[in-house]
Nanobody
Framework: QVQLEESGGGLVQPGGSLRLSCAAS????????MGWYRQAPGKQQELVAS???????NYVNSVKGRFTVSRDNAKNTVYLEMNSLKPEDTAVYYC?????????WGQGIRVTVSS
């Protein structure tokens, strides 16, 4: 079993920055993919960014150039650096990890972009 602990969310003004972290613990032996999803009020959950074991990244178009996903394999941690935040980035962000074909989810962390 894998447990995920997210941190770094909160309230930020438009144009500001936040850094989300997600640390995996438990039965870690070969994490393939790590990433972030989000769900805004009244909207479906969407993939924000992901990074695989080879470092290949993928982003939803709306965050390209503003968000950066990275991972520290030694710490089993994935990060999401969010810059130039917009009110439409307001959502609950969920960490996601794929290991041996199983998908694990964090509990979610709220990001609010508002003046």
């Amino acid at each position: 079993q894998v447990q995920l602990e997210e941190s770094g969310g909160g309230l930020v003004q438009p144009g500001g920055s936040l850094r989300l972290s997600c640390a995996a613990s438990g039965s870690i032996f070969n994490i393939y993919g790590m990433g972030w999803y989000r769900q805004a009020p009244g909207k479906q959950q969407e993939l924000v960014a992901s990074i695989n074991s080879g470092g290949l990244t993928n982003y939803v178009n709306s965050v390209k150039g503003r968000f950066t996903v990275s991972r520290d394999n030694a710490k089993n941690t994935v990060y999401l650096e969010m810059n130039s935040l917009k009110p439409e980035d307001t959502a609950v962000y969920y960490c996601n990890v794929i290991q041996s074909g199983r998908v694990y989810w964090g509990q979610g962390i709220r990001v609010t972009v508002s003046s």
